[in-house]
């Protein structure tokens, strides 16, 4: 019958651990196992290279000729393996090939993809960045699965093994065409009474209105749009008001002729979270491209902080 050749490296450990003290027990102390397992490890070993491989002699076991002869490369090879665990190759981002995909909301999309892109494109020529719409109720199963990499949105409700980080805080605040009547002012009898846009991908009912029905008070919605662009366009050239993040309307402040103000009914700024999977938490590609896309987004963001 044909010997296996194969061979759990594992025992290589024992065979030093013996060689290096000179009986089981001792060896089963520094490998932190029964002396039994290191005896049952010992006797595999024999069978393997068909030799005792040690003696008794005294309370000592000494190694025979052939264990000699091999531990010089045997430790040099557990001690080289060893080395290998612990070594932290240097992470070098201009070396990366492999593409991330994200999970941005419109508004997200915006403000942060421009200055993210420039800051890859310097970096990291050979990343790609998927951008994709994720419904709240699947981020967690995406991100375990891996067909995401990074969820940025406000607060959703994530299992444990989803990892989250606060990025920002956002306010609202109340676009419309420059000329508008209520450019200069806008009170809450004012914004109540107004006929609004509002954004919504798949048409239900915003979380503003439901929040608004809860405290009693209701606005009349004329449009429903998939997308806040569009919206911000419309809002523009007509006298219908939009309520955008205050980051948002910044940004397209210097794109559109619109004026701003501030939503006039008392709401607790929002927090902007990323999430990600735990299995990636400490890999150094997918960490430099997380502290990437928060730069990205907290410095988008920044003068909605004032």
Same mark, same amino acid.
């Given at each position: 019958?044909?010997?296996? @050749? ?7 450990? !024992? ?5 290096? $003290?000179?009986?089981?027990? /001792?060896?089963?102390? !520094?490998?932190?196992?029964? $002396? ?18 040690? !003696? ?14 091999? =531990?010089?490369?045997?430790? #040099? ?19 990366? $090939? ?11 999309? @915006?403000?942060? &993809?421009?200055?993210? =892109?420039?800051?890859?494109?310097? %970096? ?8 994709? +719409? ?5 981020? %967690? ?8 990499? &990074? ?9 444990? +093994? ?13 676009? =419309? ?15 109540? /009474? ?5 954004? @919504? ?15 009693? =008070?209701?606005? %009349?919605?004329?449009? !429903? ?12 050239? @007509?006298?219908? &008001? ?10 397209? /402040? ?18 902007? &979270? ?7 938490? $400490?890999?150094? #590609? ?5 502290? +990437? ?14």
């Amino acid at each position: 019958m044909e010997r296996d @050749s194969r061979i759990d490296l594992n025992l290589f450990r !024992v065979l030093d651990a013996i060689y290096a $003290q000179g009986g089981v027990s /001792a060896a089963a102390r !520094v490998l932190h196992l029964t $002396q039994p397992a290191v005896t049952h490890a010992l006797q595999r070993l024999r069978d393997h290279l068909n030799d005792p491989l040690f !003696v008794r002699q005294g309370n000592r076991l000494v190694a025979t000729e052939k264990v000699r002869a091999m =531990m010089p490369a045997v430790q #040099a090879h557990l001690k080289g393996l060893l080395a290998s665990t612990h070594a932290q190759p240097r992470f070098d981002a201009a070396q990366l $090939q492999m593409a991330f995909a994200i999970g941005f909301r419109d508004i997200l999309e @915006s403000i942060a &993809l421009p200055t993210l =892109m420039a800051g890859i494109e310097r %970096e990291a020529p050979g990343v790609r960045v998927v951008s994709r +719409r994720v419904a709240a109720d699947e981020v %967690e199963r995406e991100l375990g699965t891996g067909t995401l990499d &990074l969820a940025v949105d406000r607060p959703l409700r994530a299992g444990p +093994r989803v990892v989250h980080r606060h990025l920002v805080d956002d306010t609202l605040l109340v676009v =419309m065409r420059r000329e508008h009547p209520l450019a200069a002012q806008l009170r809450r009898a004012d914004y109540l /009474a107004a006929q609004h846009v509002t954004v @919504s991908p798949l048409g239900e009912a915003s979380a503003l209105d439901l929040l608004l029905g809860q405290n009693g =008070m209701f606005r %009349e919605v004329r449009l !429903v749009c998939q997308h806040y662009f569009s919206a911000c366009q419309i809002a523009a050239a @007509s006298d219908l &008001l939009l309520t955008v993040p205050r980051a948002y309307a910044s940004h397209l /402040a210097s794109l559109l002729p619109i004026a701003a103000q501030p939503l006039p009914i008392p709401l607790k700024a929002f927090p902007i &979270l990323a999430y990600w999977h735990e299995s990636k938490d $400490q890999d150094p #590609a997918h960490q430099w491209f997380r502290e +990437r896309v928060a730069a990205s987004i907290t410095g988008a963001m920044a003068p909605s902080q004032h």
